[in-house]
């Protein structure tokens, strides 16, 4: 199939789906790239494109261009982002674990489909990977390999999707290379959509969108988002459009606000308020849910801080319930907070915080015992300031991880 061919199935299919040609083609272009298919296997992927053009005239495919043209499901949301989760490359996590089972075991690896083999020919490259209990062999010419190879043990791997389904149904990118990145974050927003209540909403961030992602905490803003009326349900929004951020100070004609920033996360979030003397409880009956359900809220007095980031980039922020009773046989009972670069400290012992984050627990490896919770920081509001914060060398303490 040469590339007139190619360019008249791409035109008839930008008709019958009433989309852009620029759009189709770029489809196109991913299908070949995602598959590594050179100008000699347009044929190849051009059945693969067709079955996506097929996909997409089923109710599914065609809602998607209906949403996209409508623009029913994009919203202006006002309020204020009171925390930020630290940015998460999932692919680094993925390819670590993948490195260390190729490391122990390459072939049962390579059997459960989770990586192809690449070797080096006198045209090109020749991979080979299996799907559905078959193994494929093919060669690759004059194209280059995915973004995402990697040599390990001097051999060269591409990590591969080997989930035949997800929770969202059957997953189209099985056997294809995964990416060499997948960036995450979520902002924590508490406001409303124009004409409906206050509420807290977690705003979904990938990719560049998570990395770039600036927007001032506590200061009231404008911004635009995506979400259906699901997501809306479950308290989702996604893909803001960054370039549209807009402060209420900002405006000729700002919006009368005058929030309490502590009350309203008392009100709109009190299912994950937790006093500091109950940690430990709340951390026992809550560490099997979900990660954007394991949100602790709790307040406290800070009783010491390291400044100085310790291994893990993270600062060290001890804080103490004002209202338990101090115990004089554990006078280290603070509770530990690790706070990454991006939460801002502007504030010295003795102040009082309130702290959104997750808990975590983990284990003395010396003594086998659990170690008092502690909680993975991404949002701090002062609420009574004191001092500035001091400098002074690491805690020493082991910070375990964000799971």
Known sequence: MNDEQVKNELNKAAVGLNMDLSAIEQKFNEIREQHNF???????????????????????????????????????????????????????????????????????????????RVRKTETGYEVSQVMNNEVLTRPLQNTELPESTMEVNGELVVPIDERKQTPWGENKQYGHPKPKHNFRRTAHFIGALEGQDVKYYQIGLKDEKAQNW????????????????????????????????????????PKNVSADIQTMIAENMRGFVCPLVNLENYHMNTKGRSAKERIVVTDGLVTNMYMNPNSNGNRTLYISDMNAEYDYDDPMGATPCWVPEHVELDFGIGSQILVIGRTNQSTNQETGELRPCSINVFGVIVLNRHGSPNTTPDSGETYTGWF
């Open 38 to 116: 050179g100008p000699e296997e347009n044929v190849i992927a051009m059945q693969l494109f067709r079955q996506w053009h097929s996909q997409m005239k089923n109710s599914s495919g065609k809602e998607n261009v209906e949403r996209k043209s409508s623009g029913t499901d994009n919203h202006t949301v006002f309020g204020y982002v009171v925390a930020v989760d630290e940015l998460r490359d999932f692919e680094e996590y993925n390819r670590n674990q993948l490195t260390a089972e190729i490391i122990r075991d390459s072939n049962s690896a390579f059997n459960a489909g989770k990586f192809a």
């Open 214 to 253: 600036n927007v001032d905490v506590c200061r009231a803003v404008y911004l635009d988002v995506y979400a259906t009326q699901s997501h809306l349900d479950s308290n989702n929004l996604y893909a803001p459009d960054l370039s549209t951020v807009t402060y209420n100070d900002e405006l000729e004609n």
